[in-house]
């Protein structure tokens, strides 16, 4: 079957600091995949997506890499912000057509000042 | 303009009851999307409209929950003898026709805000 495993949160940082959030999936074939964001009091918003191995997805300084070989999709960044505090869940669209996403079960991330 | 948007933001109700929610899809998207989200859990799948038709409702956990969405726009989302495992967050998605005969394009899924449902 398709699935999505992210590190356990919540995970707090310091402002400036780096930034990485695991990823790993499961599935048949070959998906693509996203990290979606969700900030408090908003709904799921798509942060940066890849639709095959070794694409590189990035936005506001967010970036991740589809990797094949390790079936992961990892999120990082350089210098966090207190604005990217939010819950970020990774998801997967499994190939063969198919429209519905497949999530994790999502990381808090607190940054501090 | 507009985004997704879903009615009511909060619902409480009584094990056994009938619930409906609303979908207002972001205009012009012709596939709509439910999905549940349980506490500290991601998004699941629960079901998916294209147009008038549900394209894939391999997601409903059982007959006690059915959707429609009878013109090709506003969705409604019906749970039947509520139970309280049913409480959840209920979110809807819209995004654009589908691309391509495959169906292998993306087209970027909208969320709304949710629908927080809490059954007692």
């Known amino acids: 079957g398709n699935s999505v495993t992210q590190m356990e949160g919540p995970v707090t940082l310091s402002e400036e600091a780096f930034l990485t959030i695991n990823c790993t999936y499961t599935?048949?074939?070959?998906?693509?995949l996203f990290w979606y964001v969700q900030y408090p009091g908003e709904g799921l918003q798509l942060l940066l997506k890849?639709?095959?191995?070794?694409d590189k997805g990035s936005n506001k300084g967010f970036e991740a890499t589809y990797r094949k070989e390790t079936t992961s999709f990892h999120l990082e960044k350089g210098s966090v912000q207190v604005s990217d505090s939010a819950v970020y869940f990774c998801?997967?669209?499994?190939?063969?057509?198919?429209?519905?996403?497949?999530f994790g079960q999502g990381t808090r991330l607190t940054i501090n000042p | 303009g507009a985004g997704v948007s879903q009615t009511p933001s909060n619902k409480v109700t009584e094990k056994g009851k009938y619930v409906e929610l609303r979908c207002d899809p972001i205009?012009?998207?012709?596939?709509l999307y439910w999905y549940r989200q349980s506490l500290g859990q991601g998004p699941e799948f629960l079901i998916y409209?294209?147009?008038?038709?549900?394209?894939?409702d391999s997601g409903l956990p059982n007959d006690r929950f059915f959707a429609v969405r009878p013109e090709g726009s506003v969705s409604t989302l019906k749970i039947q003898r509520t139970e309280r495992g049913d409480s959840a967050v209920y979110l809807c998605?819209?995004?654009?026709?589908?691309?391509?005969?495959?169906?292998?394009?993306?087209?970027?899924?909208?969320f709304g805000p949710g629908t927080r449902l809490t059954v007692l």
């Open positions: 998605a819209s995004s654009l026709i589908l691309g391509g005969t495959s169906g292998s394009s993306y087209n970027e899924q909208f």
């Open positions: 599935a048949t074939g070959y998906p693509s």
């Open positions: 890849a639709t095959k191995a070794d």
């Open positions: 998801a997967l669209r499994p190939s063969q057509g198919a429209q519905k996403l497949v």
């Open positions: 205009s012009g998207h012709t596939a």
């Open positions: 409209f294209q147009g008038t038709g549900a394209a894939d």
